[in-house]
Protein backbone atom coordinates (compact mmCIF):
# COMPACT_ATOMS: atom_id res chain seq x y z
CA UNK A 1 0.00 0.00 0.00
CA UNK A 2 1.02 3.16 -1.12
CA UNK A 3 1.12 6.42 1.52
CA UNK A 4 0.54 10.00 0.19
CA UNK A 5 0.86 13.33 2.29
CA UNK A 6 -1.29 16.71 2.43
CA UNK A 7 -0.99 19.15 3.90
CA UNK A 8 -3.79 21.63 4.44
CA UNK A 9 -3.80 25.68 4.77
CA UNK A 10 -6.77 27.46 5.96
CA UNK A 11 -7.86 30.95 7.21
CA UNK A 12 -11.18 31.20 8.97
CA UNK A 13 -14.09 28.63 9.56
CA UNK A 14 -12.81 25.45 8.04
CA UNK A 15 -16.08 23.82 6.73
CA UNK A 16 -13.74 22.56 3.53
CA UNK A 17 -11.24 21.69 5.85
CA UNK A 18 -13.60 19.42 8.13
CA UNK A 19 -15.41 17.99 4.77
CA UNK A 20 -12.06 17.47 3.53
CA UNK A 21 -10.67 15.46 6.50
CA UNK A 22 -13.65 13.76 6.88
CA UNK A 23 -13.89 12.48 3.11
CA UNK A 24 -10.27 11.66 2.54
CA UNK A 25 -7.94 11.43 5.66
CA UNK A 26 -6.32 8.09 6.72
CA UNK A 27 -8.82 6.61 4.03
CA UNK A 28 -7.58 4.00 1.71
CA UNK A 29 -8.49 4.78 -2.30
CA UNK A 30 -7.34 1.92 -4.61
CA UNK A 31 -4.24 1.09 -2.73
CA UNK A 32 -3.39 4.59 -1.43
CA UNK A 33 -4.01 5.63 1.67
CA UNK A 34 -4.21 9.30 1.90
CA UNK A 35 -2.69 11.29 5.07
CA UNK A 36 -2.98 14.68 6.69
CA UNK A 37 0.42 15.59 7.97
CA UNK A 38 0.18 18.93 7.96
CA UNK A 39 -1.92 21.73 8.75
CA UNK A 40 -1.60 25.89 9.03
CA UNK A 41 -3.66 28.50 9.32
CA UNK A 42 -2.43 32.29 9.21
CA UNK A 43 -5.06 33.32 12.00
CA UNK A 44 -5.07 32.24 15.61
CA UNK A 45 -8.41 32.56 16.16
CA UNK A 46 -9.46 31.15 13.04
CA UNK A 47 -12.66 28.65 14.27
CA UNK A 48 -11.35 25.58 11.90
CA UNK A 49 -8.55 25.36 14.18
CA UNK A 50 -10.88 23.90 16.75
CA UNK A 51 -12.42 21.23 14.12
CA UNK A 52 -9.36 19.63 13.16
CA UNK A 53 -8.82 18.55 16.59
CA UNK A 54 -12.17 16.83 16.20
CA UNK A 55 -9.36 14.36 14.16
CA UNK A 56 -6.78 14.90 16.60
CA UNK A 57 -4.92 16.97 14.35
CA UNK A 58 -2.89 20.18 16.08
CA UNK A 59 -2.95 23.17 13.74
CA UNK A 60 0.26 25.54 12.89
CA UNK A 61 -0.08 29.11 13.41
CA UNK A 62 1.90 31.31 11.41
CA UNK A 63 0.82 34.72 11.21
CA UNK A 64 1.88 36.29 7.90
CA UNK A 65 1.38 39.62 10.13
CA UNK A 66 4.50 38.45 11.56
CA UNK A 67 6.50 38.77 8.35
CA UNK A 68 7.97 41.81 6.75
CA UNK A 69 6.96 40.74 3.04
CA UNK A 70 4.87 38.30 1.50
CA UNK A 71 8.04 36.22 0.31
CA UNK A 72 9.08 35.71 3.94
CA UNK A 73 5.80 34.39 5.14
CA UNK A 74 5.73 31.93 1.62
CA UNK A 75 9.31 31.15 1.98
CA UNK A 76 8.36 29.62 6.01
CA UNK A 77 5.19 27.76 4.38
CA UNK A 78 7.47 26.53 1.89
CA UNK A 79 9.80 25.58 4.73
CA UNK A 80 7.26 23.83 6.61
CA UNK A 81 5.82 21.84 3.97
CA UNK A 82 8.95 20.26 2.61
CA UNK A 83 9.86 19.55 6.00
CA UNK A 84 6.91 17.13 6.13
CA UNK A 85 7.76 15.73 2.41
CA UNK A 86 3.97 16.56 1.52
CA UNK A 87 2.97 15.25 -1.88
CA UNK A 88 -0.20 17.74 -2.20
CA UNK A 89 -0.77 20.98 -0.64
CA UNK A 90 -4.07 22.21 -0.64
CA UNK A 91 -5.82 25.26 0.14
CA UNK A 92 -9.26 25.08 1.66
CA UNK A 93 -10.09 28.78 2.34
CA UNK A 94 -6.82 29.70 2.57
CA UNK A 95 -7.24 33.93 2.14
CA UNK A 96 -3.75 34.74 1.02
CA UNK A 97 -1.86 35.64 -2.37
CA UNK A 98 0.82 33.36 -2.76
CA UNK A 99 3.86 34.67 -4.46
CA UNK A 100 6.45 33.04 -6.40
CA UNK A 101 8.45 32.34 -3.83
CA UNK A 102 5.89 29.43 -3.03
CA UNK A 103 4.32 28.42 -6.06
CA UNK A 104 7.78 27.32 -7.69
CA UNK A 105 8.14 24.99 -5.23
CA UNK A 106 5.15 23.70 -4.29
CA UNK A 107 2.15 21.49 -5.71
CA UNK A 108 -0.49 23.01 -4.57
CA UNK A 109 -4.62 23.06 -5.63
CA UNK A 110 -7.47 25.95 -4.47
CA UNK A 111 -10.66 25.87 -4.51
CA UNK A 112 -12.77 28.47 -5.09
CA UNK A 113 -16.13 29.70 -4.97
CA UNK A 114 -16.89 30.35 -8.96
CA UNK A 115 -17.03 29.03 -12.87
CA UNK A 116 -13.36 30.41 -13.53
CA UNK A 117 -12.04 31.99 -15.22
CA UNK A 118 -15.07 34.20 -14.10
CA UNK A 119 -15.64 36.38 -10.81
CA UNK A 120 -11.90 35.90 -8.97
CA UNK A 121 -10.89 37.40 -5.76
CA UNK A 122 -12.28 37.09 -2.43
CA UNK A 123 -15.55 38.14 -3.20
CA UNK A 124 -16.80 35.48 -5.88
CA UNK A 125 -19.81 34.60 -3.93
CA UNK A 126 -21.51 38.02 -3.92
CA UNK A 127 -20.00 39.15 -7.60
CA UNK A 128 -21.60 35.75 -9.37
CA UNK A 129 -24.43 36.12 -7.14
CA UNK A 130 -25.93 39.99 -8.29
CA UNK A 131 -24.37 39.16 -11.55
CA UNK A 132 -26.64 38.39 -14.69
CA UNK A 133 -25.50 34.40 -14.54
CA UNK A 134 -28.24 31.94 -14.67
CA UNK A 135 -25.50 29.77 -13.15
CA UNK A 136 -23.32 29.37 -10.28
CA UNK A 137 -20.55 27.43 -9.53
CA UNK A 138 -16.94 25.75 -7.59
CA UNK A 139 -13.63 25.52 -9.35
CA UNK A 140 -10.58 23.17 -8.01
CA UNK A 141 -7.12 24.63 -10.21
CA UNK A 142 -3.77 24.06 -9.53
CA UNK A 143 -1.92 27.35 -7.96
CA UNK A 144 0.36 29.25 -9.81
CA UNK A 145 1.83 32.84 -9.71
CA UNK A 146 -1.80 34.28 -11.31
CA UNK A 147 -4.44 35.09 -8.73
CA UNK A 148 -7.47 32.05 -9.52
CA UNK A 149 -5.64 31.69 -12.56
CA UNK A 150 -3.47 28.43 -12.44
CA UNK A 151 -5.29 25.09 -14.90
CA UNK A 152 -8.40 24.44 -14.21
CA UNK A 153 -8.87 20.56 -12.55
CA UNK A 154 -12.93 20.29 -11.76
CA UNK A 155 -15.81 22.78 -11.92
CA UNK A 156 -19.26 22.08 -11.11
CA UNK A 157 -22.17 24.12 -12.12
CA UNK A 158 -25.80 24.29 -10.64
CA UNK A 159 -28.89 26.56 -11.69
CA UNK A 160 -29.86 29.94 -10.65
CA UNK A 161 -33.88 29.28 -8.88
CA UNK A 162 -35.58 32.82 -9.34
CA UNK A 163 -36.42 32.67 -5.63
CA UNK A 164 -32.70 32.05 -4.55
CA UNK A 165 -31.31 34.44 -1.89
CA UNK A 166 -27.71 34.85 -1.69
CA UNK A 167 -28.02 32.88 1.57
CA UNK A 168 -29.60 29.75 -0.39
CA UNK A 169 -26.55 30.37 -3.64
CA UNK A 170 -23.66 30.41 -0.64
CA UNK A 171 -25.16 27.33 0.85
CA UNK A 172 -25.40 25.24 -2.78
CA UNK A 173 -21.73 26.62 -3.40
CA UNK A 174 -20.48 24.89 0.12
CA UNK A 175 -22.54 21.87 -0.45
CA UNK A 176 -20.73 21.53 -3.96
CA UNK A 177 -17.25 22.81 -2.13
CA UNK A 178 -17.29 19.69 -0.03
CA UNK A 179 -18.21 17.21 -2.44
CA UNK A 180 -15.72 18.48 -5.39
CA UNK A 181 -12.52 19.08 -3.10
CA UNK A 182 -12.26 15.70 -1.88
CA UNK A 183 -12.77 14.19 -5.28
CA UNK A 184 -10.00 15.57 -6.64
CA UNK A 185 -7.27 15.67 -3.78
CA UNK A 186 -8.29 11.28 -4.10
CA UNK A 187 -7.90 11.69 -7.99
CA UNK A 188 -4.82 13.59 -8.09
CA UNK A 189 -2.98 11.26 -5.33
CA UNK A 190 -4.45 7.62 -6.69
CA UNK A 191 -4.10 7.75 -10.33
CA UNK A 192 -1.34 8.94 -12.90
CA UNK A 193 -3.07 11.00 -15.62
CA UNK A 194 -5.43 14.23 -13.78
CA UNK A 195 -8.36 13.73 -14.70
CA UNK A 196 -9.95 17.04 -15.95
CA UNK A 197 -13.72 17.37 -16.38
CA UNK A 198 -16.27 20.07 -16.85
CA UNK A 199 -19.60 19.41 -15.63
CA UNK A 200 -22.58 21.32 -16.96
CA UNK A 201 -20.79 23.81 -18.59
Known sequence: ??????????????????????????????????????????????FGIQRAKKFGLETKIIEHTKFNSREEFDAQLVKEIKAKDVDLVVLAGFMRILTNTFTSQIKAINLHPSILPLFKGSNAIKDSFFSDMQVGGVSVHYVSDELDGGKIIKQRTFERNKNMTLQDWEDEIHKIEHEILPLCVIEILTIDKIYIKDENV
Open 1 to 46: MFVKKIAILFSSNGSNLEALLKKVHNKIFNGVKIECVLLICNKKDA
